[in-house]
């Protein structure tokens, strides 16, 4: 691994725990079962969306993305709107990074073409459909290679579309600030003028009659995956929170790393203007 590449202080031990009432396991294995049938379900039907037009493709994938975490068993809490994407330059979202949740959750509301590891596309089955979906993938342990992602992400701005980055670089539990958002792809979006749309990602659970924030969600370190579902999938009383902030305009700020930096601070305030209107879910 690159001395470069961004690292997480959290640990499974120490914040992948859930503190809340847990559901059965059987119960908890009909979620799993749920869930997992429902994302391969996605992955499979994502050459026939190709096919659809652009407003109804992303009805779909919000619908879709929704029923994924709700099918595991997590409720689902929108906070604004973003604004509406029509013709131009695209927009750039970027999130705080706490869970393989994210992804799903930031689709229900801003679907787009997602920045991923390169590794992905390795992967059996869902690897050449991530790529065939739009995904843009970097190779994260190969400095060199930046330069060209950051082309790629500008590329797809300019050309209109909504691209997914979670800048941070790795997973943080949630319980605490967060990482630094790198500014890697800030560049490609001063280089295509594009908005940046910040968003924030809490998982709330709700202990001693009180929300709080939830480590069942946080999957980091050297966490497998199969345990990070099950930990999901047998909380009870988890909700994923998703909050739109108020959108950065293009230009607004001058250079990649006072964008990131604006950018992160939005998304770590619980001050930050949001947008007034509310949707539950």
């Given at each position: 691994?690159?001395?470069?590449?961004?690292?997480?202080?959290?640990?499974?031990?120490?914040?992948?725990?859930?503190?809340?009432?847990?559901?059965?396991?059987?119960?908890?294995?009909?979620?799993?079962?749920?869930?997992?049938?429902?994302?391969?379900?996605?992955?499979?039907?994502?050459?026939?969306?190709?096919?659809?037009?652009?407003?109804?493709?992303?009805?779909?994938?919000?619908?879709?993305?929704?029923?994924?975490?709700?099918?595991?068993?997590?409720?689902?809490?929108?906070?604004?709107?973003?604004?509406?994407?029509?013709?131009?330059?695209?927009?750039?979202?970027?999130?705080?990074?706490?869970s393989w949740l994210d992804i799903?959750?930031?689709?229900?509301?801003?679907?787009?073409?997602m920045l991923a590891k390169s590794?992905?596309?390795?992967?059996?089955?869902?690897?050449?459909?991530?790529?065939?979906?739009?995904?843009?993938?970097?190779?994260?342990?190969?400095?060199?290679?930046?330069?060209a992602t950051v082309r790629a992400?500008?590329?797809?701005?300019?050309?209109?579309?909504?691209?997914?980055?979670?800048?941070?670089?790795?997973?943080?539990?949630?319980?605490?600030?967060?990482?630094?958002?790198?500014?890697?792809?800030?560049?490609?979006?001063?280089?295509?003028?594009?908005?940046?749309?910040?968003?924030?990602?809490?998982?709330?659970?709700?202990?001693?009659?009180?929300?709080?924030?939830?480590?069942?969600?946080?999957?980091?370190?050297?966490?497998?995956?199969?345990?990070?579902?099950?930990?999901?999938?047998?909380?009870?009383?988890?909700?994923?929170?998703?909050?739109?902030?108020?959108?950065?305009?293009?230009?607004?700020?001058?250079?990649?790393?006072?964008?990131?930096?604006?950018?992160?601070?939005?998304?770590?305030?619980?001050?930050?203007?949001?947008?007034?209107?509310?949707?539950?879910?």
């Amino acid at each position: 691994m690159s001395a470069w590449l961004p690292v997480s202080p959290c640990t499974p031990p120490g914040c992948a725990t859930h503190d809340g009432s847990a559901r059965h396991p059987l119960t908890a294995a009909a979620l799993l079962l749920a869930g997992c049938a429902l994302t391969l379900t996605g992955a499979l039907c994502t050459p026939l969306a190709l096919f659809l037009g652009r407003a109804a493709r992303e009805r779909v994938t919000r619908g879709w993305a929704y029923g994924v975490v709700r099918a595991f068993g997590v409720r689902v809490r929108v906070v604004g709107r973003p604004d509406a994407h029509g013709g131009g330059p695209g927009v750039l979202v970027v999130a705080n990074h706490v869970s393989w949740l994210d992804i799903p959750l930031v689709a229900t509301v801003c679907p787009g073409r997602m920045l991923a590891k390169s590794d992905i596309r390795h992967w059996p089955l869902l690897g050449p459909l991530a790529a065939l979906g739009g995904t843009l993938f970097v190779e994260r342990e190969r400095l060199r290679a930046l330069p060209a992602t950051v082309r790629a992400l500008a590329s797809a701005l300019r050309g209109g579309a909504r691209v997914v980055v979670f800048p941070e670089g790795s997973t943080w539990c949630g319980r605490g600030p967060g990482g630094r958002f790198r500014p890697a792809a800030f560049q490609a979006a001063v280089d295509a003028e594009a908005a940046v749309q910040p968003v924030r990602i809490r998982y709330l659970g709700a202990p001693a009659g009180r929300r709080a924030p939830a480590g069942a969600a946080a999957f980091v370190g050297d966490d497998p995956l199969a345990a990070s579902l099950w930990r999901v999938v047998r909380a009870a009383g988890l909700t994923a929170e998703i909050r739109v902030m108020a959108p950065i305009p293009a230009g607004s700020v001058q250079g990649r790393r006072e964008l990131a930096a604006l950018a992160q601070s939005t998304v770590a305030s619980d001050s930050a203007n949001l947008p007034a209107e509310s949707v539950h879910h």
